[in-house]
Each structure stands twice: as C-alpha cells, then as structure tokens.
C-alpha cells in the first residue's frame, strides 16, 4: 500500500480518535454543583441548562465529525479527487483556471455538506437553549455572501499562489509568502469597512454616559481610534462579545447590542479596556509575526511535496498539478499545523491574562470587570469546568474562574 495513503489515513484518524477523546472527557469533567464564584449569578436551573448546551453542542460536533471524516476517507479511497481534476481539465484553459475550478468544485462540495449541519445546530441547538435570532432568510443571505466572498479573496489567493509556483522555479516559496503577508494585511485594513458591513450593521455609538466614559478611558491610554460602534449582533444571536479590529486611526471598537444592553458602563468600559490592554501590550503585532513565520514554514515545507509522485498516488491521481498538490499538501500538514494551534492557543491564554491585568490596573476597577465576565459567561452559557486537555489544546482564552482568580491576585 502506498506510504503517503497510509500516513494520511493515520493522521485523519488519530485527529479524530483524538478531538473524540478530548470531547467526551470535556462532557465528564462538567462539574453538577455550582461554583461558589457564581453564585448569585446562576440559578440551579439555568446552571444545569449550561451543562445540556455543552452536551450537545459536543455530541452534535461529534457527530459531524464523524460524518465528515468518513466522507473525506471514501472521497480518497475511491479516487474523487482524480473524479474531479478530470472535470477540471476538460476545459482546457491551462493549469491556472484548471486549479480554480477543481479547488471551487471541492469548497463547493463541502459547503453542500455543511449546510445540514450548519442549519440543525442555528435552527435547532440554538433555538432549543434560547440563542438563536437567524432568519431562514438572513441565514440563506450569510451563505451565499460567504461563498461570493471565498470565490472572489480564496480564489484570488489560490491562483497567485499556484501561478507563483508555476513561474518562479525554487524561489516560488518565498514569492508566496511575500504575496499572502501583503494580501493579508491589506484584507485586514479593508475587513473593517468593506467585508464586516457585509453582514452586521455598525452604527456609531450614540452620544451619552457610555460613549463619554469610553472616550474618556481611551484618550486617557493615548489610544486612538475611529471610534466605538454598536453592532447588532442580536440580528442572529441573544450571545454577547465585544472586538476591535483596524490599525492606526483606523482602529474602531465594536460592541455587540446585547452586550450593552445587558451590562452597566463601568462593565462595558472594563471590556473597553481589556481590548487596549491587548493592542498596548502589542499582542495583535506579536500574533501577526507569528502567524507570518508560521506561514512562511508551511511555504517552505510545500516546497518540497508539491510535484511529489507518491502523493499523487494516495489519491489514484493520474496527473501531477500545482493546484492539486495544495490541497493534498494538507493532509500532511496537519500535525504540524496542530502543534503550532496549540502553540498559538499558549500564547493566546497568556495574552488574555495579560489584558486582564492592563484592564484593572488602568480602569482600578476590578469588581466591574469580574461582573462582566460572569454576566458573560452566564449570557452565553459557558463551560465553567473545563478538561484541562481541553484547555490545552483548544482553549484561547483561560476559563472564566481562572480568570477571575487571576485579576483578584493582581489587585491584593
């Protein structure tokens, strides 16, 4: 049997095997009594209606997992990919608009797939615990901008980086990975104002107590920004979150509508503060860097697979591409792109505390932020118990309770 079908099999399943494991130890480690900490904040009922939304929210993951592991195994085993190369070929336009079409037949494919699963856990999970605000028809307008927007920016990605590595011999790693740095960086200066409008509203926070306040705070860090805007995140969702997004005087707050309508501005300016405590701490600089480096290794590693005949094999591919090498590539990818989501999940954890600490520190208001994030916590009906491995391996912010415990010692 081929080497590189084996390995991928083995990758595929020990990934599963793995995030199944994980999983069901994060459904056990749900502890039944309610943590002092809360108390006050949860009643018995709403605290066992949490460990229901964990529960299956994990088994309806579980399930997805399974269905999508083993339509990916059969697509291999019985040779979907050539399936598709040979349709993509057909057309006879060259290698570029070859691989845009066999990489826009498989996204195609797999958002097929997903929309099942995507419509049961909107209009059945999170209709069943209270969360759900999707329309049929908000969520049909989502899918489709989501597809328009993966053609127009992954395609454009896609075909730069296949025609790099067609032209540019041995160099055409490093000509990549200057092209998706620069390609990134402009999509996160655009992000703001051209693709996020696409689907939330971001209306300018009107004038009052809460803007003042928020105002006063960040020209008291020297942060400046665009401004602080209210998204309605209440047109899909009940759940609460805050971000900022931008750079320089491009920079701008939002504030999801239900977060302010549940929380009081000391509480909304703590979560104001926590997201400046990120940018003055240059934590969005330090993840960009890594995120560049990370890339440029995937870069370089791709390399050395693309034209690999072996490769080609395990997927009873009877032409050797560019474009189709990309995708395979994946596959093997797939440890080393683990090790380093849980690198960056280590790094993420720290950055929080980090922000925690600027947060209280500056606004010398720690109850009010303590307050937020058990408001949060409760609104959005988080897993105050986590596994460890859990946390270890897929967790970007620290549990809440940590948390908590975190930002009273910094203040003692």
């Known amino acids: 049997m081929n080497i590189y079908l084996i390995v991928i099999l083995v990758i595929i399943l020990f990934k599963y095997a793995l995030n199944f494991i994980v999983n069901t130890l994060n459904i056990k480690s749900a502890d039944s009594s309610l943590p002092e900490e809360f108390k006050g904040y949860y009643d018995k009922d709403k605290y066992e209606k ?16 399974t269905v999508g592991n083993i339509m990916i195994i059969g697509f291999i085993l019985f040779g979907g990919f050539n399936f598709i190369d040979k349709f993509a070929r057909s057309f006879t336009q060259g290698p570029v608009v070859s691989g845009l079409i066999f ?3 498989l996204m195609l494919i797999s958002q097929i797939i997903s929309i099942p699963f995507s419509a049961f856990n909107v209009f059945v999970i999170e209709e069943k615990y209270g969360f759900n605000k999707t329309t049929v028809k908000t969520f049909i307008q989502d899918l489709a901008k989501g597809l328009i927007l993966g053609a127009i920016i992954g395609g454009a990605a896609y075909a730069a980086i296949v025609w790099f590595f067609i032209k540019a011999g041995n160099m055409a790693w490093i000509y ?13 200066f655009i992000s703001p104002v051209v693709i996020m409008p696409l689907f939330n509203k971001f209306i300018p926070l009107e004038d009052g107590e809460l803007k003042q306040t928020l105002e006063d705070y960040a020209g008291a860090q020297d942060f400046k920004m665009k401004g602080v805007f209210k ?22 707050i939002a504030l999801f509508d239900t977060l302010i309508e549940k929380h009081t501005t ?8 926590h997201e400046i405590g990120h940018y003055k701490k240059k934590h969005i600089l330090k993840t960009m860097i890594l ?8 870069f370089y590693i791709l390399s050395n697979f693309l034209n690999n005949q072996g490769l080609f094999a395990a997927f009873k591919m009877e032409h050797v591409s560019v474009y189709a090498g990309l995708v395979f590539f994946g596959f093997l990818y797939t440890p080393i792109n683990m090790i380093f989501s849980v690198m960056g999940s280590i790094i993420s954890r ?11 520190t500056t606004y010398k208001k720690p109850e009010a932020f303590i307050d937020a994030l058990k408001k949060l916590s409760v609104d959005n009906l988080s897993n105050l118990t986590p596994h460890p491995l ?17 930002i009273r010692n910094c203040v003692k």
């Open 50 to 65: 949490s460990q229901y939304y964990l529960r299956d929210k994990t088994r309806f993951y579980q399930v997805e997992d």
């Open 103 to 105: 990489a826009g037949v």
């Open 176 to 188: 990549c990975w200057g092209a998706l740095t620069l390609f990134e960086l402009f999509l996160m």
């Open 231 to 252: 998204m309605d995140g209440s047109r899909r969702s009940t759940k609460s979150n805050a971000f900022f997004t931008g750079f320089g005087r491009f920079r701008r």
């Open 266 to 273: 000391d509480e909304l300016v703590s979560v104001l503060a």
């Open 291 to 298: 995120s560049i480096g990370t890339a440029g290794l995937m």
């Open 350 to 360: 720290k950055h929080e505390y980090e922000a925690d600490r600027f947060a209280v």
């Open 390 to 406: 859990k946390v270890f391996l897929d967790y970007s912010h620290p549990p809440v309770l940590e948390r908590i415990k975190a």
